[in-house]
DNA sequence: CTGAAAGCGCTTACAG
DNA sequence: CTGAAAGCGCTTACAG
């Protein structure tokens, strides 16, 4: 139905192979040639069927992104959908397309990433943590598929992963604090067990250490972060213990309820007291007053790992592993130095 | 280098075409031979190569999605990643892959609509009425390319296009504070020319008039709207005018103003003020008290979306324009019944 | 019931 | 400088 090859060929009077390498610009053709299949192409308003193309060059020049798909998920944990949103930018100027997949078991069927890879749809994958089990991440290596984890693995081997480094978030957030000349600084983060939250956790005490100083133990509070928790825990923190005088919130949740509960007890933000988060969205723009963060960039996280992912396809012995897209420190008005 | 159909059929003794039939069910094959060659299938842990089966089925079973990929996207329009979301679950069920594709318009190069359409990589496009100008619509119902608008297109024309009634849902609202025995009602919306806000007033004045009623005009505010607009226009109007009894917000961000503006004044919700808004994120539920709010399915939108998509390729007569997905009221503690 | 052959729309050695 | 032919991994009339 659409013009193809032949249709430009036999127009202009040459065969397929002629044209195809004009496309292509390989081969040596007289210039002569070369303008009047040209000229074809654009009369016939030709475009090359790009499958039939990545089919006879065999590579596919498409990425698939593997993530958990589940209603109210962009809604939830916009972070992932803006790491997609590089990768898809990244990719899109390498003349690559990017395929959806998600990552959740049906029953009876392969795990996704394995499917991902059998179907031939593919030249690489960029898959988000979460999806990797023992069994997928030993397929993906058995099977030397070009991949990316984003997130690093919880198991030791031999995957290509990238992340951002957490641990360092976190000492940006304290060392900030400390060379503010804040002293008396409480943790607040997520339920013990979240790989994120000891991270952050593991910085800050790094900032600490650093400044020949020690986070207690008792300053180190836990929660299942919804804004009511941190916001009763705030006053109960303030309260008991007038002397604090910063809070680091270990995401914009409990930023926002450590905000509330701070309006609740009517002290004043910086000078009462003082508190830092991570990452600027998705409250950190409408907490009054706008808080310092320290901002990690999704969008590059996901730019990275795409680029990446590339060179490893045209470079299978890469063995990437590492972090990349620093934090940065955006100044607010919840901070104020020369304490 | 990966198990192909050949290897599956030399390895059975029979052809590929018997080998293709048995995968395909098709043709009548002896119950001998396909146990034989299933044998084989499963030995060699065999999977057709997606690619090539499309190829030679003449489609792609893809659809390409459309829509605004710039960074911070899916922080400022989470939406509509959920809407894609959707989208992708219901072709996922359907046997079609979802790819992405920016929108914005790059130099020297086509309209990315017509970009998707001739490179031959989707059956259908799922496209976001943000990028339908007056051009890619002539090319796409010239081309009679399978295709969806999510958003009514401004132009009349033969697209087909899919959207929720944003004037259902501005009536639903208006019709509940009416119905709760609100009487004085503002609205609060985005600048004149925004198209949901307008229809959403529409909805509100036509509930207003089913109860005999009448929207006066100096109780239609529209601000651009921002947290601290919304938020010092809610004082202005509170104060200047302590009769009303409910305000309309049209957006979740003038929401976030009015409430916060509700609470400087130190008012009681709903006692002395009542207000609802139109959608739960991004920032309904972290609204306090939680505000009553006429809830549109975002994932069902894109959901609904795909599912006619399909049909349409299925059935290219079909001339599919409509709303569809409910708006639904979900009682919160901003609004109460008999006052 | 089974298989040889043409075809999907291109690319790419290879021959001339 | 140009083109005929094989091939990418399948499907699908068609013949037997």
């Known amino acids: 139905m659409s013009v193809t090859i032949k249709d430009v060929a036999n127009e202009a009077g040459v065969s397929i192979s002629t044209v195809s390498k004009i496309i292509n610009g390989k081969g040596s053709i007289s210039q002569d040639t070369i303008n009047r299949v040209q000229e074809t192409i654009r009369k016939l308003n030709y475009t090359p069927n790009s499958r039939a193309v990545s089919f006879a060059k065999q590579n596919t020049k498409n990425i698939i992104f593997l993530t958990s798909m589940k209603k109210n998920e962009p809604y939830l944990n916009p972070h992932m959908f803006e790491i997609m949103d590089g990768s898809y930018i990244a990719l899109s100027d390498l003349d690559y397309t990017l395929s959806l997949?998600?990552?959740?078991m049906k029953d009876g069927q392969e795990s996704p990433v394995i499917q991902a890879i059998q179907s031939g749809c593919a030249d690489g994958i960029l898959v988000h943590g979460s999806a990797v089990t023992e069994e997928t991440a030993k397929y993906i290596i058995d099977s030397n598929f070009p991949h990316v984890i984003i997130g690093s693995p919880s198991m030791d081997n031999q995957l290509c992963w990238i992340d951002t480094n957490h641990v360092l978030a976190g000492q940006c957030a304290a060392e900030h604090l400390l060379e503010c000349g804040y002293m008396n600084i409480v943790f607040i983060g997520?339920?013990?067990?979240?790989?994120?939250?000891?991270?952050r956790l593991k910085g800050v005490k790094k900032a600490f250490i650093n400044h020949g100083l020690h986070l207690k133990a008792e300053n180190i509070y836990s929660i299942s972060s919804n804004i009511s928790n941190a916001r009763s825990l705030t006053k109960e923190i303030l309260?008991?213990?007038?002397?604090?005088?910063?809070?680091?919130?270990?995401?914009?949740?409990?930023?926002f309820g450590v905000s509330a509960g701070i309006l609740d007890l009517k002290l004043d933000v910086p000078n009462d007291i003082a508190f830092i988060t991570f990452d600027s969205y998705p409250y950190a723009n409408i907490i009054e007053p706008k808080p310092t963060v320290v901002d990690i960039d999704m969008f590059d996280l996901g730019f990275q790992a795409a680029?990446?992912?590339?060179?490893?396809?045209?470079?299978?012995?890469?063995?990437?592993?590492?972090?990349?897209?620093?934090?940065?420190?955006?100044q607010g008005l919840t901070t104020k130095k020369g304490l």
Chains 1, 2 share one sequence.
């Open 307 to 330: 680029q990446t992912l590339i060179r490893k396809i045209d470079n299978p012995l890469l063995l990437a592993q590492g972090y990349s897209t620093l934090p940065i420190l955006k």
């Open 101 to 104: 997949m998600d990552i959740s």
């Open 190 to 199: 997520e339920k013990r067990t979240d790989f994120i939250s000891n991270q």
């Open 239 to 255: 309260t008991d213990n007038p002397k604090i005088q910063a809070i680091i919130c270990e995401n914009n949740t409990i930023a």
